[in-house]
């Protein structure tokens, strides 16, 4: 994406007050995301791949249950045996779908290798985060009222990414950039599980990760409070140090290998690059976060608030 300068204008001028909306962005992407949000919930059962099992694990229906009673953000997702006991297990599968917890049916033997031997887990099992979720408006109303404030806060939002040790050392940067919060989608993507908590050096009980449905309608919401929103691509030839970190800034991190899904990467303001100079072209995506926000750091260092 070049550097379009009527573009980069026009998106000014919308976002002079934190609390405009911007009605045109958000029915250009509408149809297409809800289409994709509707796709995502048809396939979801079938295709989601399992929590990674460095997760914390409970099993039992009365467990479970009192764990989405007391805070289903933690429970990251269910896994239910196939030809179980659907009366048994209709409060606790209301309540994961009322709190939005994805759960999967699998063959019952596939339960066992995730428990003791000679465990009873009933036909189910969970996975629980090993840190607590922010909520997600709550962080949203506290980055407008930075904004507000005359502040300018940095934000990382994370489409995808699947490896614990990534998401934890992005989680580590992301607490010594002094980086407002996180957000990562609901779905394919992996939480806030112990190797996660052990690879961020304890960052975890620090950063403030918020779990949100569609990624899209969060850049739509970011954008209306007056962030700029700013992806990464190969394809580019705007460089990461060509942007004005001095403003309120969302940056998004593609997925291992993916990179950004394309309605993400369309809906940014700003697509960037880390330019290469060896043979190999890109970056672990947690290094890459690291020398993204470290030059937005020492950009605003230039430039105080």
């Not at 953000?73 to 048994?88: F, Q």
Request: positive net charge.
């Amino acid at each position: 994406m070049k550097w379009n300068k009527s573009k980069v204008e026009g998106r000014r001028s919308k976002v002079q007050s934190p609390k405009s909306k911007v009605e045109g962005r958000k029915s250009k992407v509408e149809g297409n995301t809800s289409r994709v949000e509707s796709r995502e919930s048809r396939i979801e059962s079938k295709n989601s791949q399992l929590p990674n099992p460095n997760s914390s694990l409970i099993f039992g229906v009365l467990p479970i249950l009192e764990a989405l009673r007391a805070n289903a953000k933690r429970v990251e997702k269910i896994l239910v045996a196939e030809g179980g006991h659907e009366k048994r297990l209709h409060e606790l599968l209301s309540l994961a779908k009322e709190n939005r917890v994805p759960f999967q049916k699998v063959p019952r033997q596939n339960l066992t290798k995730f428990v003791e031997p000679g465990a009873n887990h009933q036909g189910v099992i969970a996975f629980v985060a090993s840190a607590d979720y922010y909520d997600a408006e709550k962080l949203l109303d506290e980055i407008s009222a930075k904004i507000e404030a005359g502040e300018k806060p940095l934000i990382v939002i994370l489409d995808g990414i699947e490896d614990p040790r990534n998401l934890g050392a992005i989680l580590r940067t992301a607490e010594c950039a002094g980086v407002e919060g996180v957000f990562i989608p609901e779905r394919r993507a992996v939480g806030l599980n112990e190797t996660v908590a052990k690879s961020s050096a304890g960052a975890t009980e620090y950063v403030k990760v918020a779990k949100v449905t569609n990624l899209n309608r969060l850049i739509e919401d970011l954008q209306s409070r007056g962030v700029w929103v700013v992806g990464t691509s190969f394809e580019t030839k705007t460089t990461y140090s060509d942007w004005d970190w001095n403003q309120p800034t969302a940056l998004v991190m593609g997925s291992e290998g993916k990179g950004l899904h394309r309605l993400v990467a369309e809906n940014c303001d700003m697509l960037l690059k880390i330019p290469m100079q060896g043979k190999i072209e890109s970056l672990n995506v947690s290094v890459a976060t690291g020398v993204i926000l470290f030059e937005a750091l020492r950009r605003r260092k230039l430039q105080p608030q």
